[in-house]
C-alpha cells in the first residue's frame, strides 16, 4: 500500500482508505464478513476508515470501534460524520446553518460518535452535507475551535452534496477545513476544475469517495438490476438513473486494456491524480479488500488510457 500525506495534518494514510457505508445497512451485510474484511484491510496496510453516525444509527462506527480496539498498537486514522439535523441529505440551498449543524447538536453529535467508536478523541469529523453559505457568520469556525482545543476532535472536514464540488472552494480557502470529501471517479471529473487545485493550494486533504459510481463502474449492473425496496441503491439507480449508468458503462468496456478489471481501471484513475489523498471504496468481502489494495501496488494508469478517460467525464445535475 502506497502511503500519502493527510494535507497538513501531516498524518500518512494509505491511499486505498475503507468506506464503510455498505456494512452499516446496506442490503446482503454480515458483520462476521465486514470485521473479517476491516481486519484484512489493516493487515494489506490500510490505516484510514471513513464511518458515519447515519450509517445504521452507529452501527457501522461501532464496528470501528471493534477494528481499533484490535489493533492498538497500530496507529489507524478513524474518520466519522455529523448527520444533519433536518435529516435532508443533500442540504438545500437557504436553509441556515442553526436549522442543520447548530453548535449544540453538532457538539451532541461528537459524544455519540465518541462513544460509539470508543475513542476520546476523533481523528477527522466531518459534517455529513454541506453549503459555502454557512462560514457566514462564524459560528461554524467558533465550534470547530472549541472542539479541537478540548481535544474532542483532532481535525475538522466536510463531506460535498453530490456533484456540486464548486460548493465548497470557499470553505478550503476559509482555512476552516482539513480536508474535503467529494465524489470523483471516471464519469465524476469535475472536481479537477476549481476544488482541486483550492486544496492544493491551501493543504487540504482530499477524500474521493464513490469510486465506482454506486456501483455502475464495477461493470456489473443491467437494466435489469434491482435492490430490496430497504437498500438505498433501489433509490438511487432509478429506472431513468440505472439506463443512462449502465449506457455510459458500456461505451467504457471497450477501453478497459487486457488483462486489467474495469473496477481496477477505475480505481487507478483517481489514484493517478496526485491531488487526492485517499479513495475510500466500500469493501464488505475480503476479496474486495485484496483487489482494491492491489490497485494500488499496481501504480498510475499510462498517460494515453488516462487521456481516453477523460471523454468519458459525465457532468450531471443534482
Excluded at 159 to 166: I, K, T
Excluded at 253 to 263: I, K, N, S
Amino acid at each position: 500500500m502506497r502511503n500519502r500525506k493527510f494535507g497538513r495534518t501531516g498524518w500518512q494514510v494509505g491511499e486505498v482508505g475503507y468506506g464503510m457505508w455498505g456494512m452499516g445497512e446496506w442490503s446482503g451485510s454480515d458483520d462476521a464478513e465486514s470485521l473479517a474484511s476491516l481486519d484484512l484491510a489493516v493487515a494489506r496496510g490500510a490505516n484510514f476508515f471513513d464511518t458515519a453516525q447515519a450509517y445504521g444509527d452507529g452501527h457501522s462506527e461501532r464496528l470501528l470501534a471493534k477494528l481499533l480496539a484490535e489493533h492498538r498498537a497500530i496507529e489507524i486514522h478513524g474518520a466519522t460524520k455529523v448527520p444533519p439535523k433536518n435529516r435532508q441529505w443533500p442540504s438545500r440551498r437557504g436553509v441556515p446553518l442553526s436549522d442543520v449543524f447548530p453548535r449544540d447538536y453538532v457538539r451532541k453529535y461528537v459524544d455519540i460518535s465518541r462513544a460509539n467508536l470508543g475513542v476520546e478523541s476523533i481523528d477527522l469529523l466531518q459534517l455529513h452535507v454541506w453549503e459555502d453559505d454557512w462560514l457566514a457568520g462564524g459560528d461554524l469556525q467558533r465550534t470547530v475551535e472549541e472542539l479541537k482545543r478540548e481535544g474532542s476532535i483532532r481535525a475538522f472536514g466536510i463531506s460535498l452534496n453530490r456533484w456540486e464540488p464548486w460548493n465548497g472552494v470557499k470553505a478550503v480557502r476559509s482555512g476552516l477545513v482539513d480536508s474535503v470529501q467529494v465524489i470523483y471517479n471516471v464519469f465524476d471529473q469535475a472536481p479537477e476544475d476549481e476544488l482541486f487545485p483550492s486544496c492544493r493550494e491551501n493543504e487540504v486533504a482530499v477524500i474521493a469517495r464513490v469510486p465506482f459510481d454506486e456501483g455502475s463502474l464495477t461493470g456489473t449492473l443491467t437494466p435489469a438490476s434491482k435492490w430490496p425496496a430497504e437498500d438505498w441503491r433501489a433509490t438511487y439507480f432509478v429506472p431513468e438513473n440505472l439506463e443512462a449508468s449502465v449506457a455510459h458503462v458500456e461505451a467504457l468496456q471497450p477501453v478497459v486494456p487486457a488483462g486489467m478489471t474495469m473496477p481496477e481501471m477505475a480505481l487507478r484513475f483517481i489514484l493517478s491524480n496526485p491531488d487526492v489523498t485517499a479513495v475510500i471504496p466500500g469493501m464488505r468481502k475480503p476479496r474486495n479488500v485484496e483487489s482494491n489494495v492491489a490497485a494500488s501496488g499496481a501504480g498510475p494508469l499510462p498517460a494515453r488510457l488516462l487521456a481516453e478517460l477523460r471523454k468519458h467525464r459525465w457532468d450531471r445535475t443534482p
